[in-house]
């Protein structure tokens, strides 16, 4: 006679959530293949922009933008965004595949992590403007600024990788 059915299922249930658990690698994976996210922001009324993004080690994701733009006059208003990557490139018919983030957006200030953000998106995103620099952004030669987001969780839907139902997929959380 086998073992009872509650630890049975018990056993199943963990090898379950065990065989779909979203690591840090999987997401930085996703990361590189990508360049651009949508950022949704909210003020008076919701909204959304597209920008090219980086990434460092620690998931946080930067983008440049004017902290003139609504997006960023919003995430100065409040710091809460969420995040959408996906390919635009994939077929209606094809296995889905993005990313989700809820996370806390805020300008990057000092004057090395600035220089530091700026050299990782220009070299990430393979940028090759010697005026787009920390120099001509202090000169406001250049009204872009580097902006950060925290990430609090984060969802991968990969349908080739994670067999489970809309919503069931795997998160981080921060």
């Not at 994939?90 to 090395?112: D, H, P, T, W």
């Not at 998106?121 to 090759?128: A, F, G, P, Y």
Request: glycine share 6%; proline share 4%.
């Amino acid at each position: 006679m086998g073992p009872p059915y509650e630890i049975c299922q018990t056993f199943t249930n963990i090898m379950k959530k065990n065989k779909y658990t979203l690591t840090k690698t999987l997401v930085l994976d996703f990361l590189k293949e990508n360049k651009l996210m949508s950022v949704a922001t909210f003020g008076e009324f919701p909204w959304i922009a597209i920008v090219y993004y980086t990434f460092d080690n620690d998931l946080n994701l930067y983008f440049l933008s004017s902290p003139s733009t609504l997006h960023c006059k919003q995430i100065k208003q409040n710091g809460k965004v969420s995040v959408a990557i996906v390919d635009s490139h994939q077929g209606i018919n094809s296995l889905k595949r993005g990313l989700q983030i809820y996370g806390i957006a805020k300008e990057v200030s000092g004057a090395n992590k600035i220089q530091h953000v700026l050299k990782l998106w220009k070299d990430s995103l393979e940028v090759d403007k010697p005026e787009l620099s920390y120099q001509n952004m202090v000169k406001k030669a250049i009204k872009g600024r580097m902006f950060q987001i925290l990430p609090k969780r984060i969802k991968l839907f990969d349908q080739k990788l994670f067999q489970v139902e809309d919503g069931e997929e795997p998160v981080l959380e921060f």
